[in-house]
């Protein structure tokens, strides 16, 4: 059998939706083969639940976080699994558990970003130069790899991650921003975290002083939730804009493409992004981007062909980007249409599927490493 083992699968979030594309080609596979797959996440809901991808429905088991039933799981399925995928390096000790267990079992690891920007601990590295095979959403990453935790550059494979099926058709036109008609609109989507404080979002709430000067009419809307929500709304109190800066909270990502179509520019400044599936989100709505010339959001947005890149934290030059596309309505559709074209030739989940099924199946034939 085929054994997908994941952080997360049911929830909002770029590695929720690589593990659920993940596991979407992973159940293509064995079906090909005429094997079983089965899907588990660590913190989902106990007991059964499904995700979609696009109208395709895939059924998965959570664990409610308990690591000891969850390992226990993944111990009992060892003996009969050949290929054991785990959707993030967090998940290698147990991998590797499974593949000391039962010699026959190979496993695949995958890592998305700042989580392997640092030396990690050795019971975090053994896994990874272990694996058969390692999936890095962007070359940052794969370079992180091999420099920062010294893993063979033969096992490393990128695969940038994919756009949901469907993205490029046209939303409902429904989306609720809670601004005057005809309003200019900035826009993020993102997880606000108090874990996760370099997203950015702080830098765009201090530039809107100085935007609105020039742009009576702008607001910045926020499409997220989470536990810094507070301190940022503290913040834009504190600029003196506050009413300026709508939080529209979580949102099924059903809905999302309206978030996009209703907004004249996506900026998200961040300097923690392996990759940036929102940045491609908005692209394939059209839209051009500003984030961080950092991580891998420099391998998604093409400085001056679809986007600016602008340094982490440098407030000043990202008003003035920004202000350069708010005030330039060619350069807005110019820079959109080349996004949109990208994302649709580089980035559709049918390419991804074919991929990562490709580097799975190439690595048959080989002996475990042990």
């Not at 036109?173 to 993102?190: I, K, M, N, W, Y």
């Not at 978030?259 to 709505?285: C, H, K, N, T």
Request: hydrophobic share 45%; proline share 6%.
């Amino acid at each position: 059998m085929i054994l997908g083992v994941f952080s997360e699968l049911g929830r909002f979030g770029g590695i929720q939706q690589v593990s659920r594309h993940a596991g979407a080609a992973l159940c293509e596979l064995a079906g090909r083969r005429g094997e079983d797959c089965e899907l588990v996440g660590l913190n989902d809901p106990a007991g059964p639940g499904r995700f979609l991808v696009g109208d395709q429905g895939f059924p998965f088991r959570g664990f409610a976080r308990n690591k000891a039933k969850f390992v226990a799981h993944l111990m009992a399925r060892a003996p009969k699994t050949r290929l054991l995928f785990a959707g993030h390096i967090h998940l290698g000790p147990p991998a590797l558990a499974a593949a000391t267990l039962s010699p026959r079992l190979r496993f695949w690891l995958v890592t998305h970003g700042m989580e392997v920007w640092e030396p990690l601990p050795l019971y975090r590295v053994v896994p990874l130069r272990k694996a058969r095979g390692i999936i890095a959403v962007s070359r940052n990453t794969a370079e992180a790899v091999e420099r920062v935790q010294k893993v063979a550059r033969e096992k490393i494979n990128v695969l940038p991650p994919a756009l949901e099926p469907g993205a490029f058709l046209a939303g409902t036109g429904q989306a609720r921003l809670r601004v005057p008609p005809g309003s200019r609109v900035l826009l993020t989507v993102g997880r606000l975290l108090a874990s996760e404080p370099g997203k950015g979002v702080d830098t765009v709430i201090r530039a809107l002083p100085q935007l609105l000067a020039a742009f009576p009419d702008l607001y910045y809307v926020i499409v997220g939730d989470g536990d810094a929500r507070p301190s940022l709304e503290s913040l834009a109190a504190g600029c003196g804009v506050a009413g300026r800066v709508i939080f529209a909270g979580e949102k099924a990502a059903g809905s999302l493409r309206d978030y996009y179509e209703a907004a004249d520019v996506f900026v998200m400044p961040s300097r923690q992004e392996g990759f940036g599936i929102v940045f491609l989100e908005a692209m394939a709505a059209g839209k051009p981007v500003v984030a961080s010339a950092c991580g891998g959001a420099q391998e998604v947005v093409r400085e001056g062909e679809d986007g600016f890149l602008v340094e982490y934290g440098d407030v000043p030059a990202l008003a003035e980007r920004l202000a350069r596309l708010l005030a330039d309505d060619w350069l807005r559709r110019r820079m959109g249409e080349a996004g949109r074209q990208k994302a649709e030739q580089e980035h559709r989940f049918g390419s991804f599927r074919e991929r990562l099924i490709g580097l799975l199946d190439a690595s048959e034939g080989s002996k475990p490493e042990r």
